[in-house]
């Protein structure tokens, strides 16, 4: 897939609380291109945590909350902003026997309320600052409510998968939201975001264009994202469900593609003498 420049959408807060944003140096133009403005950054928070509770029940749930940067070492919750409305349409889970895997996916209505065009926005999995691991998986807990840190390795992310009936089997959703790898974050600001590390792990919020052109998310739209973990099964032998995660977070950032440098055909040809 194309590598692009992704840059961290900014909690509007923060940039409030710092008092007026620092002037940027202008930028002097060259000839034939036209000086770029300079991307004006979005106005989200840095964390959001989608939390599932009920693994391996008939009450499974879920819901989404933003991680305050001010609380990193006990990851304090606070209700999610308006700039995205999460809305949860669908939570689900199966078994495969065979396999020894359960499947848990969960679909939420994403609306962008930012008040700003977005450029191939993304949810990107990241390590939330405070973690005692490099997983993007937290508060991973057993049926007890006690620590299954240990089991959190055994958590994977994969593109959302459906239930195959006729061979027992799990198949990948062709029309879930495709897990997208080696992203570029290299670009990526997550100082005083809460944010530990970053991974090239992300979803795009926007349908690709096959074109290669960029795909916008307007203000006031909505889209669907879907989530997918795989979670191996305990055997009986090893203890069975009690040994198996009942609860854990995924925890995402916002991002956009930075905006392209672009050249103006008109002042291309000012300098072009043979035009």
């Not at 304090?76 to 308006?82: F, N, Y």
């Not at 895997?101 to 999995?125: D, E, S, W």
């Not at 979803?203 to 290669?212: D, R, Y």
């Amino acid at each position: 897939m194309t590598r692009q420049h992704l840059l961290l959408l900014l909690p509007a807060l923060f940039l409030a609380a710092c008092g007026q944003v620092p002037s940027v140096p202008p930028v002097a133009a060259l000839p034939g291109v036209t000086a770029p403005s300079t991307p004006v950054p979005q106005t989200l928070p840095g964390v959001f945590q989608i939390n599932f509770q009920g693994i391996g029940t008939d009450a499974l749930t879920s819901r989404v909350q933003a991680l305050s940067p001010s609380s990193l070492g006990a990851q304090g919750l606070i209700s999610a902003p308006d700039q995205f409305t999460f809305s949860p349409v669908i939570v689900q889970t199966f078994a495969v026997t065979a396999t020894g895997i359960r499947h848990v996916r969960v679909t939420y209505r994403v609306t962008n309320n930012t008040g700003q065009t977005l450029r191939n926005p993304k949810l990107v999995a990241v390590v939330p600052q405070g973690s005692m691991t490099d997983s993007v998986f937290t508060n991973v807990r057993y049926y007890d409510g006690s620590d299954a840190s240990a089991a959190t390795s055994k958590l994977s992310l994969v593109q959302a998968q459906s239930a195959d009936t006729s061979t027992g089997t799990a198949v990948t959703d062709p029309l879930a939201n495709i897990l997208l790898t080696d992203l570029d974050v290299s670009q990526v600001d997550t100082v005083g975001k809460g944010i530990k590390a970053m991974t090239q792990i992300g979803w795009a919020l926007t349908t690709p264009s096959t074109s290669g052109l960029a795909a916008f998310m307007a203000p006031g739209d909505s889209t669907l994202v879907t989530f997918g973990v795989n979670v191996p099964m305990t055997s009986a032998a090893n203890g069975g469900a009690t040994k198996d995660p009942f609860s854990f977070s995924l925890n995402v950032t916002a991002v956009r593609d930075a905006e392209p440098l672009v050249a103006l055909s008109s002042a291309v040809k000012q300098w072009d003498s043979t035009s």
